[in-house]
């Protein structure tokens, strides 16, 4: 697959955002938040204008009360997020996107919604595996920059008992303990399955949207399709797949969300249809709890 002809990766603007702020004066932010700010709002609904998104009140809101709990695991302050949409809106101001008023309206927004983020991300019952394992590594104090390392430490991890686990997902001081909720237990696991099927399927279709928006414009010149899409849409398939997990792991740990997927999947199930419905179904007989 040739990602010049698919174009399904987002191609950020972020070095430039970064040396605008920079000449700016303007207060550093990580380069990581940025980059991963940019690529969510370029896979969000909102447009795009001279290669940066165009920010409103809905794509504010969008981004960080709905989208980066779902995919990213900080390894730093989560408060850069919001810090990093906030350089945007500068931006956008200097070169006249916004008005003074809108500006101002925007930056309340985001502190308002940065600040909710960070709950976010401490909600147990919100995280995907992904993000999971990388708090895990990173308590461990596993070099995440080593591939070798991650999989000795998966490999040691699924020699685990289940209570093991649990105990071992119960002691991370990122997420916050919810009392009376059934703790790491069945509920839980099958929930974060459900919701890393979800948010990679949902990062699927995203960059098959994109990719299908910038072919128009081939199909609008009179230009061929490429190859990829000529006769073979389960390669296109398999591509954007490919690039979903590895965005995922950009956001979370570099190469984990494939390992998760395809190596160690016992250690991060994703239950299939019958599950579910055997699940909701078990919930459903149960006797309602009065207080």
């Not at 909720?181 to 509920?187: E, I, K, L, M, P």
Request: charged share 25%; glycine share 8%; with cysteine.
């Amino acid at each position: 697959m040739n990602d010049d002809d698919l174009r399904l990766s987002p191609r950020t603007r972020a070095d430039d955002l970064l040396r605008w702020a920079a000449d700016e004066g303007l207060e550093p932010v990580p380069v990581e938040a940025v980059r991963t700010v940019l690529a969510l709002l370029e896979l969000g609904d909102g447009r795009m204008h001279d290669g940066y998104p165009e920010l409103s009140s809905p794509v504010v809101e969008q981004l960080l009360y709905e989208r980066i709990y779902m995919y990213v695991q900080p390894d730093s302050d989560p408060g850069a997020y919001g810090r990093a949409v906030g350089l945007l809106i500068d931006h956008q101001r200097a070169a006249r996107r916004l008005n003074a008023k809108r500006q101002e309206r925007l930056h309340a927004e985001v502190e308002w919604q940065g600040e909710l983020l960070c709950g976010l991300l401490r909600q147990p019952h919100l995280v995907t595996w992904p993000r999971l394992y990388a708090l895990l590594l990173r308590a461990d104090g596993v070099d995440t920059t080593d591939p070798a390392a991650i999989r000795a430490w998966l490999d040691g991890f699924r020699e685990l008992t289940a209570e093991q686990r649990a105990e071992a997902f119960g002691a991370l001081t990122e997420l916050d303990e919810i009392e009376a909720d059934g703790g790491w237990g069945r509920q839980r696991l099958i929930s974060i399955g459900m919701a890393t099927d979800g948010a990679r399927l949902l990062l699927e279709n995203r960059l098959m949207q994109r990719s299908y928006r910038n072919l128009a414009g081939l199909n609008a010149l009179g230009l061929p399709m490429p190859d990829e899409l000529s006769g073979d849409f389960e390669g296109f398939e398999a591509a954007v797949a490919e690039e979903a997990l590895r965005l995922l792991g950009e956001w979370t740990v570099p190469g984990l969300p494939a390992l998760l997927v395809h190596e160690y999947p016992d250690l991060a199930p994703e239950p299939g249809t019958e599950e579910i419905e055997a699940y909701l179904a078990e919930q459903a007989e149960q006797p309602e709890q009065t207080g």
